[in-house]
């Protein structure tokens, strides 16, 4: 197995032990083309500014396609620059429905 697999798992593990209820999985981040530290990044982000205000919603249940204007609508409110918006995007993009 290769250090890069070994790392990414270890990070699935990490990320599943820390009490987030979405972990990122490896399978969707090599999909996605994405790198670990940013779907872990995002999730920290996600995990932390959405649920200081309501319940975690299950990114499954929207598309990608969906997910960019529910963030949009939150972002003033959630104090999420355009930068965080972009890696909360980047974790969502790894758990979406009908994610490619």
Same mark, same amino acid.
């Given at each position: ?18 009490? =987030? ?9 090599? +999909? ?8 872990? $990044?995002?999730? #920290? ?9 309501? +319940? ?6 929207? =598309? ?8 949009? +609508? ?15 995007? $980047?974790?969502?993009? $790894? #758990? ?5």
């Amino acid at each position: 197995m290769s250090k890069k697999s070994l790392f990414s798992i270890a990070v699935v593990i990490l990320l599943s032990c820390s009490g =987030t209820m979405f972990a990122a999985k490896q399978i969707d981040t090599v +999909k996605n083309k994405a790198s670990v530290d940013s779907v872990k $990044t995002g999730n #920290e982000l996600y995990v932390n500014k959405c649920k200081r205000c309501h +319940k975690l919603k299950d990114p499954a249940k929207y =598309t990608m396609a969906q997910w960019p204007g529910l963030v949009n +609508k939150m972002q003033k409110r959630a104090k999420i620059t355009d930068q965080e918006k972009a890696m909360i995007l $980047t974790y969502l993009a $790894t #758990e979406a429905k009908n994610k490619k």
